[in-house]
């Protein structure tokens, strides 16, 4: 593989090394670290449910036993869709679940869990005999903040750091300034400096509750630590339905001066800290620079100037350990690089796995800015996969026909290939399938603006599922197809079996129909897949999502 960035094998190399020893000394996962599967375990049953399964699938019925499948050449549709198993899957994400159980809940970039999540992926690659490459690449990593209340009552509120914040940690009165607790919650709270006179902030440690609306958070901020506060809690206005939840703004411009930790709360916890003697404690601790790595694994093809790519993000947030936002992703791509291990494919395969996608597609957009022109040129077209099993799923395939959604982004010509192959795949599943919007709201950003044909699927986020989804999906309509995004509570059990099995499939089938051939995206000649396998035409599109039915995943922020 040519050099692509700066590469850091040493430091993972020996974590490895001692994670490897430890593992096969004491059987037990290491602090942090859990050891790759040797897909033994699991196998037999996979094979069992495999036989059943090929039939439903149009495969043959013979899925050999998992052993097999890592020594074999999985060259043909048949074999390949019977080695991806949903077991397979399930345990990369068990031991995703188990890494961020192990580091506090989390496996967000900057942290010993997404460090973990690394090694694992390493680990599991190497394994496979796949060339495994890290690409470090810079990043600040913002440790979470904390906003607690003392008394009247103990409690710990979600918070969130406003941009232009100072750092420190304040215990003191919480003094609220001119706020509006009583409907309709009318809001001039810490607009004038008139708001702060009679109150007492000449202590060391005070703390200013102030009340969104009227005036901007910086003149309130600044405002506050005017009049001698030493932090600041600013809370939603509550005066409406959208204006409750937490708030997290921007102190800039007007507020450049401040220096003082200003932090966020929603309104119902804003109206709990405005109790009469009410203490808290506000802890903003100062950026660092925390370089991180993405993960680059490939295997060689006859073609090597015609690579195909494959990617997901493998951080999640700070809330929480993303096992469907990515570990998904994440864990289908590590089962098809398993699978594939042994495939001597016409083109070189590369399987990507990203760094801190949710703190704005830093790790691939870094990862592409490194290449030099004449690298790019060598990827033949880019896969993304992000968020693939939703538990209230509904298909979605990046719709770069545009059939559904106006893209917003140029879209790479080659990608509407990309997508029909998708929506091939579905047809030949019975799935019902639909657009999700070619936002480049993910890591296939940065290859479409630099006009790599991408594509990808996506099983939805936030947004609500509509009664009609419901009826051609099933699952529950008015709830997220994700009820958990971005939360604490995306978890091992946030997930759907089905979405999570069709979709890894998917990914087997896409990956494998472009090492052999990426003739239909960019013209470069290649060979059809060993084996005799029908490839139906699209069924088309559902047509229940657009103008802001679909992607709506985004970062964090
Ligand atoms: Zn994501």
Known sequence: MSG???????????????????????????????????KAKSAQTAKAKGAAKASAKGRTATAPPAQACNKRNNNTYQKVLGCVTLEGVREHQAAFQAIADANGGTRAAGTPGYDASVDYVVQTMEAAGWNVELHEFPFTYVPPPTLQQLTPVSATYETGIFTGSG??????????????????????????????????F???????????????????????????????IIFNQGNDPTREDLIIGTLLPTGAGVTIPVVGASFADGSALAQPGSTARIQVDPAESRPQVNVIAELPGKNDDNVVMAGAHLDSVQRGPGINDNGSGSAALLEVGQTLSKLKPENTIRLAWWGAEESGLIGSNQYVASLS??????????????????????????????????????????????????????????????????????????????????????????????????TIWGGVAGQQYDPCYHLA?????????????????????????????????????????????????????EGTVGSGGGDEHDEES
């Open 373 to 470: 022109q004449e690298e790019l040129d060598r990827i033949a077209l880019y896969l993304n996969f992000d968020m693939i099993g939703s538990p209230n799923y509904i298909f979605m395939v990046y719709d770069s026909d545009e059939s559904g959604f106006t893209a917003p982004v140029p879209v790479p010509a080659g990608s509407t290939a990309i997508e029909d192959l998708f929506e091939s795949f579905y047809t030949l599943r019975n799935e019902p399938y639909d657009d999700a919007e070619f936002s480049g709201r993910s890591d296939y950003q940065a290859f479409i603006l630099n006009g790599i044909p991408s594509g990808g699927l996506f099983t939805g986020a936030e947004v609500p599922k509509t009664p009609l989804q419901a």
């Open 4 to 38: 692509t960035g700066h590469t850091v094998r040493r430091r993972h190399a020996l974590a490895l090394a001692l994670a490897g020893l430890l593992t096969a000394v004491l059987l037990l996962p290491t602090a942090g670290a859990v050891a790759a599967p040797q």
């Open 202 to 232: 000449s202590g060391p440690n005070d703390i200013a509750l102030i009340q969104r609306g009227t005036c901007d958070f910086g003149v309130k901020a600044q405002n506050a630590q005017n009049a001698g506060a030493e932090a600041v």
């Open 489 to 541: 509570c995306d978890t091992y059990a946030n997930n759907s079996d089905h979405a999570l099995e069709v979709n890894s499939d998917a990914v087997a089938f896409a990956v494998l129909t472009y090492a052999y051939s990426t003739q239909t995206v960019n013209g470069v000649r290649g060979k059809r897949v060993p084996g005799n396998f029908s490839i139906p035409a699209p069924a088309g599109p």
């Open 167 to 200: 750092t420190g940690t304040v215990t003191g009165n919480v003094i609220p300034v001119d706020i509006n607790l009583v409907p309709p919650r009318a809001s001039t709270s810490g607009c004038e400096a008139a708001d702060f006179a009679g109150l007492n």
